[in-house]
């Protein structure tokens, strides 16, 4: 039974559609005048492997573009996550060098707020920064530590008068 004794006709395909298709009746218009039906049939059945190796070809060449597109793809978030870790790390050590230096720079008034800026707190941050994690442990070393520097500051007595 054929698409005509059901009553429905097939969907119409563009030659632009298809590539094959269109080639194929691209030949078909070139040779179909020189050629009668038999002969035209034998040229396009010789011309079916070289269709099917432009295909392959076209595929391989399309595999090759997307494959291109991920490695680019790939690199860059590779690049992006490279400059991402040497901000941390610029970040972190110019964290450690402020503290550092605000920790000198304040020991001769007032030695507990040195010992919070050089102490637990700077490993801590530094940590962040340029590791990018933080453990329950190191919070608890500067809670620790601001305790101990805080209750050492309340006992100590006060510096004496510059005369």
């Known amino acids: 039974m054929t698409t005509e004794e059901q009553g429905t006709l097939p ?14 009746l691209g030949i078909a218009a070139k040779w179909g005048a020189v050629l009668d039906a038999d002969q035209l049939e034998v040229a396009l059945r010789g ?45 972190g050590g110019i964290v450690a060098i402020a503290m550092l230096g605000a ?32 453990d329950a442990y190191d919070m608890q070393s500067v809670s620790r530590a601001m305790r101990s520097a805080m209750g050492a500051a309340g006992q100590a007595p006060p510096p004496p008068p510059v005369v």
């Open 103 to 134: 920790s000198v720079f304040v020991a001769k008034d007032h030695w507990w707020l040195s010992i919070l800026l050089s102490g637990p707190s700077l490993l801590a941050l530094v940590k962040i920064f340029v590791l990018r994690r933080s």
């Open 47 to 91: 011309l079916e492997p070289q269709l099917r190796r432009e295909h392959k070809e076209r595929m391989f060449r399309l595999e090759t573009q997307r494959e291109a597109a991920e490695r680019t793809s790939r690199e860059k978030r590779e690049e992006r996550a490279h400059k991402r870790h040497m901000a941390g790390l610029v970040t």
């Open 11 to 24: 969907t119409p395909q563009t030659p632009d559609d298809d590539p094959i298709l269109s080639a194929g």
